[in-house]
């Protein structure tokens, strides 16, 4: 499987969990790189689902070693909360899952800003998980930051926390908003880095070792391309790169180390969240919440449904570099008569081939759409490709050529049976 980056193409959800755990049966390593608690990775395991939010789904195999890269914001209190309730469901954290020294953390003056700024924007706001992962990263760029490393030594902690615990209430009072207690944040904070100790490590180095080995690694994005801080539509993104040059930065593994990239998409589009979502519409958003589908797996918010639309997934294809695609929830279309597909956009006068970088000006674009005939017959039984309907591999074999890679995988429901390698 060699070193394999995989990424979500859309804005997320695209069903990356069950991807990810599928192509861990050939990884040795599974590496996390960017993002926080705000992810939730959601893998069945015949009756049992496990909802993963920092800790790589590569978990739930034996054997394999999962590691938190630098890239990552980490919340120690769910972190050890993850750790706890995985225990409860009989799977083991100690000695295969490490987390990076380097990595930051997520305070609860985060939390709070991030609540606090969503409010003072109204309207405009970005409607982020509030988890605080972008004042943790805001935190992180301004050099004010603290990292697990200091989170395990006890003294150095207690002195950065009082420094900023003092700054951070003076803006959450000139916000209206309560301050914290020092004391509290302190007990809670050390005990969490008593508990998480033994799991913090040089993880740069393990990686190099694990490469020098000949182990296979497997980089396991967060989030999607278009909630990217730098390609994504700024300013309703999160704030670290969603797309595949972040696995290299969040976890000290080089570039020209990385062999594939696996691009998952849903064979339509969703989005939680504020922000354009050039496709949209209440056709597909009421077909798919009356099946019971598309609800957050963190917020449990309704995800907003549209059309697939080929010029997001082809922009997406350019910046990761995506080799092979892996496309999800192909049975979500079953019932639809006509399915459409986002080809170009109208602005004004104007026709984009190519996904506009102004937010503004997508949330103004009009869709132009191509016209699949539905199968209109159900797929969750498919083994083989042969197996899915003629109108199926149509509709597929269409979007992977408008994405312009390879269709490598399919996935017709949530569990590891309903997937097909071509
Ligand atoms: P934040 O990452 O909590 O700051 O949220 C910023 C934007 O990213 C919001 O629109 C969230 O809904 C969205 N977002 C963050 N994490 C995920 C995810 O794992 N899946 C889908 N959307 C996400």
């Known amino acids: ?46 009756p049992k689902k496990y909802v993963l939010h920092l800790i790589p789904s590569g978990i739930l195999r034996k054997g394999k070693r999962c590691i938190i890269g ?63 992962i972008g004042p943790c990263y805001g935190d992180k760029a301004a050099r004010v930051g603290l ?27 000139s916000l209206g908003a309560k301050p914290l207690s020092f004391k509290q944040v302190l007990k809670d904070y050390r005990a969490a880095g008593d508990y998480l100790k033994p799991f913090v490590a040089n993880t740069v180095v393990m990686l190099h070792e694990a490469m020098q080995r000949g182990e296979d690694m497997l980089f396991e994005g967060a989030q999607g391309t278009f909630l990217d801080i730098d390609h994504g539509t700024y300013p309703f993104v999160t704030s670290s790169n969603t797309t595949a040059g972040g696995a290299s930065t969040g976890s000290g593994v080089a570039p020209n180390r990385m062999d594939r990239v696996v691009g998952v998409l849903k064979a339509y589009t969703t989005r939680v969240g504020e922000g354009p979502l ?8 009421d077909l798919l919440h009356g099946m019971g589908r598309e609800f957050g797996a963190t917020t449990g918010r309704a995800r907003r449904c549209g059309w697939f639309d080929s010029i997001a ?35 004004g006068k104007k026709r984009y081939d190519y996904f506009p970088s102004d937010a503004q000006v997508l949330a103004e674009c009009e869709p132009i759409y191509a016209e699949f005939e539905g199968w209109q017959t159900p797929t969750d039984k498919c083994k083989t490709w042969k197996q899915l ?7 597929l074999k269409a979007i992977a050529e408008l994405t312009g890679a390879k269709l490598s995988i399919v996935s017709v429901g949530p569990a590891r049976e309903q997937t097909m390698f071509l």
């Open 70 to 132: 630098n890239g990552v914001v980490i919340d120690p209190l769910g972190l050890v909360a993850e750790i706890e309730g995985l225990r409860k469901q009989g799977v083991k954290c100690a000695g295969q899952m490490f987390v990076s020294e380097t990595a930051h953390i997520v305070m609860p003056y985060h939390r709070e800003l991030d609540a606090q700024r969503e409010v003072l924007k109204g309207k405009n706001k970005i409607g982020t998980t509030k988890r605080g």
């Open 147 to 173: 990292r697990m490393i200091d989170l395990i030594n006890p003294a150095r902690f207690e002195e950065k926390l009082a420094a900023r615990i003092k700054e951070n209430n003076a803006t959450l009072k």
């Open 389 to 395: 309907p003629a109108k199926c591999r149509t509709y």
């Open 313 to 347: 997934t082809r922009h997406a294809t350019m910046v990761n570099g995506i080799d092979d695609l892996a496309v999800t929830n192909v049975d979500g279309l079953d019932t639809v008569a006509t399915i459409k597909v986002c080809i170009g956009y109208r602005h």
């Open 278 to 285: 050039p496709t949209e519409n209440a056709e597909i958003s």
């Open 1 to 46: 499987m060699a070193n394999t980056i995989l990424v979500g193409a859309q804005w997320g959800d695209e069903g990356k969990g069950k991807i990810i755990d599928v192509l861990t049966e050939s990884a040795d390593v599974v590496v996390r790189t960017q993002g926080g608690n705000n992810a939730g990775h959601t893998v069945f395991l015949g």
